[in-house]
Nanobody, 114 residues
Framework: VQLQACGGGLVQAGGSLRLSCAVS????????MGWYRQAPGKQRELVAT???????NYADSVKGRFTISKDNVQKSVYLQMTSLKSEDTAVYYC?????????WGHGTQVTVSS
C-alpha cells in the first residue's frame, strides 16, 4: 500500500490549505486514517484522525480550524486547514492503521509565514 500526500506549500498566517492523501495498492479499508505533523526539533504529533465509520478526533491545537474528511470513492483522506498560524509549520504525514498495519506516506511541507 502507498499513501501519497500532497497539497502543502507556503501560506501567510490566517490563510488556508487543503492536504490530500491518496491510498493506492490496496482497497480503501482501515481502522483509522490520520494526519500527523513534525516540526523541526520536535516529535511527531497527532493532528487529526478519522475512523472508518466517520468518527473524527483532533488535537486541541487545531480544533475549530482543521477538518479531516474522507472520500471512499477517491480512496482519499483530506485535511482542510484554515486560520493557519506560524506554529502550524511542519511536515505533515498521512497515516493508515488497519489491524496490525501502520502505514505512513511521505510528508508534505506546510510553511506558514507570519
Amino acid at each position: 500500500v502507498q499513501l501519497q500526500a500532497c497539497g502543502g506549500g507556503l501560506v501567510q498566517a490566517g490563510g488556508s490549505l487543503r492536504l490530500s492523501c491518496a491510498v493506492s495498492g490496496s482497497i480503501f479499508i482501515f481502522d483509522s486514517m490520520g494526519w500527523y505533523r513534525q516540526a523541526p526539533g520536535k516529535q511527531r504529533e497527532l493532528v487529526a484522525t478519522i475512523r472508518s465509520g466517520g468518527t473524527t478526533n483532533y488535537a486541541d491545537s487545531v480544533k475549530g480550524r482543521f477538518t479531516i474528511s474522507k472520500d471512499n470513492v477517491q480512496k482519499s483522506v483530506y485535511l482542510q486547514m484554515t486560520s493557519l498560524k506560524s506554529e502550524d509549520t511542519a511536515v505533515y504525514y498521512c497515516n493508515r492503521r488497519w489491524g496490525q498495519r501502520d502505514d505512513w506516506g511521505h510528508g508534505t511541507q506546510v510553511t506558514v509565514s507570519s
